[in-house]
């Protein structure tokens, strides 16, 4: 499962441009080498379930590919070995995968 790295306390906070939607958040996780369709659905109060559209093929060979889950018409569900913090960290930690993906050489 994907791990949250701890970050630094005084780190400034990178904004993302996600909207509000009834059940939570839709945004573009964004990296230099594209962009994907996003939501991150509220389970509680405090966590959310995150959700990528159309990920880039990249990804499959990634360690973390088993990490997300096709549940249909494109949408994969990312499965994390503990939530992300906030809707924010979640986001960061999906788009490192994603530029991650880019770097392995096949």
């Not at 441009?17 to 059940?23: A, L, N, R, S």
């Not at 889950?69 to 995968?97: D, K, M, T, Y």
Request: with cysteine; proline share 6%; net charge positive.
């Amino acid at each position: 499962m994907i791990t949250v790295m701890s970050k630094p306390k005084n780190r400034s906070e990178k904004t993302h441009d996600w909207t509000p939607i009834e059940c939570g958040f839709r945004g573009v996780y964004k990296t230099h080498l594209g962009e994907w369709w996003g939501c991150a659905r509220k389970t509680n109060k405090k966590n959310f379930r995150f959700f990528v559209y159309n990920p880039p093929k990249e990804l499959r060979n990634h360690r973390f590919w088993p990490d997300f889950v096709s549940i249909g018409h494109g949408w994969f569900a990312v499965s994390f070995s503990c939530s992300p913090e906030n809707l924010q960290e979640g986001i960061e930690v999906i788009e490192r995968v994603l530029r991650e993906a880019f770097e392995i050489k096949k």
